[in-house]
């Protein structure tokens, strides 16, 4: 569900009368899983996989008229902040056939925030696995850096005026504990890990001199279309009836989510000299899901376009929130046109972008959106 990374690009976008320093990066930098990808995963799954699904039409048919390696029919959100702050396409990592002085993208699809060798021990690792987890995305930014600059002074001076989005992560790892055959309650008792390794990778970039990290909760994973088709035989007290959603799956993304802003919260109060970013995904798509018809979608909300339980590729994909478990390119743009709250706020907490009654509603310590 891409459709929720566009709320970061409005908020960094921000018009009006918001009295704000002004917002210029020289680069960005993202680490991720499907929601970010924009090629890494094709790059390492053809050595492996004959055929690549993300590699073939109709992926990328809507802006990019070819399949480019994300999981869209378009962009995502790190092109639309490229392009907001006149920089390149973020190029992936691992095509090492480009120019990464502007940004690289870490992201790798099905990525977790927790390291290989702990699905490995605890026997939950399946053939979809790939060792790309977040240590792996940072060390690659770490191998990358000696190229960018080279004194300890110039490197901090060039993190600082970059942008970082980290994750979102998490949804994965709890994904691969339940194929693995955790249960919902054993899986809870691993959020603290995942949250302290999120936040750990966010005090290492700050260490590294960043001034400015995103840190997303995850989306409502109840509403996933391919949790639901898996979950078919599940009594009807299980699932939310307002949205049709699995309510024991969106609790869960609603603790992580929780306990990540508590971290981040944390992070704040000890990094004072640094904007902290948390954006709210879920309820911000819970409230297109709840409502689609006031976005112009179908009132189907939770079915797929392409690659839904019949493989049928839907003839109006521009009224269709959903590709594959993905919101399409016209969610993207849709979203990219929703007026903003025009009100700035000065607090000690990090940022918060949430949604609420078809504005974002947002806070900043430092006022500078």
């Known amino acids: 569900m891409r459709l929720l990374l566009l709320f970061l690009f409005l908020v960094l976008s921000c018009r009006g009368n918001c009295k704000r320093d002004s917002l210029s990066f020289t680069s960005i930098f993202s680490f991720g899983d499907s929601y970010a990808d924009t090629g890494n995963l094709v790059v390492l799954a053809t050595t492996v996989w004959k ?13 990019f008229h070819h399949s480019t390696g994300r999981w869209s029919d378009g962009r995502f959100v790190l092109d639309f902040l490229a392009q907001k702050f006149s920089l390149p396409l973020v190029p992936p990592y691992l095509a090492h056939n480009s120019s990464f002085k502007q940004g690289a993208n870490f992201a790798v699809s099905g990525a977790t925030a927790l390291d290989f060798s702990f699905f490995v021990n605890n026997n939950l690792s399946n053939p979809f696995m790939f060792n790309r987890s977040l240590s ?13 600059c080279k004194s300890y002074e110039e490197c901090q001076e060039y993190v600082s005026t970059s942008l970082f989005i980290l994750g979102e992560f998490g949804v994965n790892d709890y994904s691969f504990m339940k194929f693995g055959g955790k249960t919902l309650e054993q899986v809870y008792g691993y959020v603290p890990m995942v ?7 966010a005090e290492s970039l700050i260490k590294q001199g960043a001034k400015t990290v ?22 009807k007290e299980d699932y939310e009836p307002e949205t049709g959603c699995l309510k024991d799956l969106n609790d869960l993304s609603r603790h992580h989510n929780s306990e990540l802003l508590k971290a981040v919260k944390q992070l704040q109060q000890k990094n004072s000299h640094v904007r902290l970013i948390y954006a709210d995904y879920y309820h911000a798509i819970m409230n297109i899901i709840r409502t689609p018809h006031h976005f112009g979608f179908i009132d189907t909300p939770l079915r797929a376009c392409c690659g839904n339980a019949s493989n049928q590729y839907c003839h ?12 399409r390119h016209a969610c993207t743009l849709y979203c990219t046109h929703v007026r903003l709250n025009k009100q700035c706020h000065r607090t000690d907490n990090p940022q918060i972008i949430s949604h609420n009654k078809g504005s974002i509603v947002h806070t900043s310590r430092k006022g500078w959106l």
């Not at 949250?195 to 990778?201: D, V």
């Not at 995103?214 to 009594?235: E, F, H, K, M, W």
């Open 195 to 201: 949250i302290e390794t999120i936040s750990a990778a």
């Open 136 to 148: 792996i995305q940072l060390g690659w930014f770490a191998d990358l850096k000696p190229s960018l």
């Open 316 to 327: 109006t994909p521009n009224q269709a929130i959903i590709r594959d478990g993905q919101p």
């Open 51 to 63: 055929d690549v699904w993300v590699a073939m039409p109709p992926y990328g048919e809507t802006f």
């Open 214 to 235: 995103v840190i997303p909760g995850i989306l409502p994973d109840g509403c996933i279309p391919a949790n639901l088709v898996q979950n078919t035989s599940r009594p």
